[in-house]
């Protein structure tokens, strides 16, 4: 198997999101989590309002079964959207998710930069519960 062999695996079991379909997602109740390493997000900027959790943590954050879980992974029916830079790592880590029961976890076609280059950025600013999962992330 390949890197790129995984990833068109790890695809074909997601329903990919495009940027335009996020506003109505994140209306429908969807947590957006950036996944980008700090240094990326200060170098490429923050996504307003998504839940920032860094790759080397995902599942033991969102995994309802997990003692390191957010309050937000209440169960395997929460949509996760996951966010990278350009939507490969994405991709894998949402197919990730899938293995682990989170079956509507999804993530966003082309990333960080195809939601800048939609002029999105703001759309994720909506949803205040984010606020209060960021400061339990703070030790991460």
Known sequence: MT?????????AALRRLLPVELPQAIARGAILVDIR???QRQREGTIPGALVIERNVLEWRLDPSSSARLALAADHD???IIVCSEGYTSSLAAASLQQLGLRRATDLIGGYHALKAAGLLTVAAAAPHFQREVATLAWV
């Open 3 to 11: 890197i790129d062999g995984m990833l068109t695996q790890a695809r």
């Open 37 to 39: 390493p700090q240094a």
């Open 78 to 80: 929460v949509e996760w």
